[in-house]
């Protein structure tokens, strides 16, 4: 298994290390890392990234995409606004434009010769996200990422290993085996499988309050995914513990989202809400190890959230420490 951590061309992380990606090969080093699994801004230019260090590239995710791609204009208006900023949002006024979206990512992972590519299948309303009360099921987004997915990536090409990641909203969950077989076998690019995130799949159980539930849960959830388990090369390590958070009262927090009329502040209530769920911190106890060693997976990728960048070095310290490596 190698052992990676997530890295994106956002103006972070490249203002952390002066656009030099030879201090970022000396920080892997450091911390013994294989890799980077990177989050690929389309404007960044992909000549400057040592090939040998991009292991997965992270493809980007529209998390309320349903209505736009059924075409259901009135609900997409009420959602995301004028069509100045549909624009803003999807890169265009018809689903053609998240499609062409992805066709530039598949051609810079390519590029970067990544062995995998990561593709969320999920759709949420931010309401739907306080509330958990879904109009759409996990068979309707997935019958529609498949769509997309064909669109963008045809049968016969080969390139990197496209991987599915679950969420704990409608659509890949891992809670339902066939449904998780309906996903792979739509999808017609041969090369593909899935990634399985820890803190995902911990929050469709809310109730979970310590790491040794998270462990037997996710235990439990594994062995009734059969077959699927052997599909599963990546692994999202990181933690949360949604009980505490989830016990709120959330309709509280749903009103102060809705009355909220400032746009900036709004998204950022609703930030503030899906980093309290999953805040991509580093699983800091001994027993991620034994949950990656149930997955057995090729990567293994610390993916967290750090805000400055002596967090990213305390953060995968911690991280590797759990995984029983010694400093
Ligand atoms: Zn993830």
Redesign the pocket.
């Known amino acids: 298994m190698e052992k990676i951590c997530h890295f994106s061309t956002t103006n972070k992380y490249i203002t952390w290390f002066n656009d030099d990606w030879s201090s970022v090969e000396s920080f892997l080093n450091k911390h013994k890392l294989d890799g980077i699994e990177l989050g690929l801004t389309l404007d960044y230019t992909i000549d400057k990234i040592p090939k040998s260090i991009v292991k997965g590239v992270?493809l980007s995710f529209f998390p309320m995409w349903l209505e736009f791609w059924n075409g259901d204009m009135n609900s997409v208006s009420e959602l995301i606004g004028s069509e100045h900023d549909i624009i803003e949002y999807y890169g265009g006024t018809s689903k053609q434009a998240i499609v062409e979206t992805y066709k530039k990512q598949f051609e810079r992972a390519k590029l970067l010769e990544a062995q995998y590519m990561?593709f969320?299948v999920c759709h949420i309303r931010p309401k739907d996200s306080f509330t958990w009360q879904f109009s759409y099921s996990n068979k309707q987004v997935i019958n529609a990422a498949i769509e997309i997915i064909n669109e963008v990536f045809p049968q016969h090409e080969s390139g990197p290993k496209l991987l599915f990641?679950n969420l704990w909203w409608p659509g890949l969950t891992f809670m339902d085996g066939q449904e998780s077989q309906l996903l792979l076998d739509g999808v017609k690019y041969n090369n593909k499988g899935f990634?399985l995130?820890i803190?995902?799949l911990t929050l469709t159980n809310p109730k979970i309050a310590t790491e040794q539930m998270c462990f037997n849960y996710i235990k439990k959830v594994l062995n009734n995914l059969g077959d699927i388990k052997n599909h599963i090369d990546v692994v999202?390590l990181?933690k949360t513990l949604p009980n505490h958070y989830m016990s709120q009262n959330q309709s509280y927090k749903l009103e102060r989202y809705s009355n909220e009329a400032n746009k900036v502040r709004k998204h950022q209530i609703l930030m503030e809400h899906v980093n309290k769920l999953d805040p991509h911190e580093p699983f800091d106890h001994p027993l991620a190890k034994d949950i990656v060693e149930l997955i057995n997976p090729k990567y293994c990728?610390y993916?967290t959230n750090p805000k400055t960048i002596n967090e990213l070095n305390y953060f995968i310290k911690k991280q590797n420490v759990a995984l029983g490596m010694s400093y």
């Open positions: 992270h990561v969320h990641e990634v995130d803190s995902h999202h990181n990728v993916e």
